[in-house]
């Protein structure tokens, strides 16, 4: 076994260089930071509500995307809008490396990675 590999107690070989253990940590650590954030008092428990979870969706996106990169369009759009709070993406320049199909599909990876992640997050909490 390779010195970057890690074996859980489960006996699950990890990559610790993999989008998904990359976007596992990133999002953990955001999820404390929301977790610490304190909310005005003013506000209702349903207010409450939405804008943790508007900060949990932000938190999974922002993590998705720092563990991809600047190397898909999709990740770079959403890395520079929130660096720079732009509220129109049609500012960003975008470079054609590849195909808006295989631009697709990989969006659609990651949000299927995010999902894995975030439901063995839930069961592990579950427990």
């Not at 390779?2 to 953990?28: D, E, H, M, Q, W």
């Not at 995307?65 to 929130?82: C, E, I, T």
């Not at 500012?91 to 299927?112: D, F, M, N, P, Q």
Request: charged share 30%; net charge positive; proline share 3%.
């Amino acid at each position: 076994m390779s010195s970057s590999t890690t074996t859980t107690t489960s006996g699950v070989t990890l990559n610790p260089k993999s989008c998904r253990i990359k976007f596992a940590r990133r999002f953990l650590r955001s999820l404390a930071q929301i977790k610490k954030q304190k909310l005005p008092s003013s506000s209702s428990s349903e207010e409450e509500i939405r804008m943790r979870s508007k900060g949990i969706k932000m938190a999974a996106y922002y993590s998705m995307a720092r563990a991809v990169g600047p190397r898909m369009n999709w990740s770079r759009a959403f890395l520079f809008k929130l660096r720079n709070r732009v509220r129109h993406p049609k500012l960003v320049k975008r470079r054609r490396r590849k195909g808006l199909l295989e631009e697709t599909a990989h969006y659609i990876t990651c949000l299927s990675t995010q999902v894995k992640v975030m439901q063995a997050i839930a069961d592990h909490l579950s427990k």
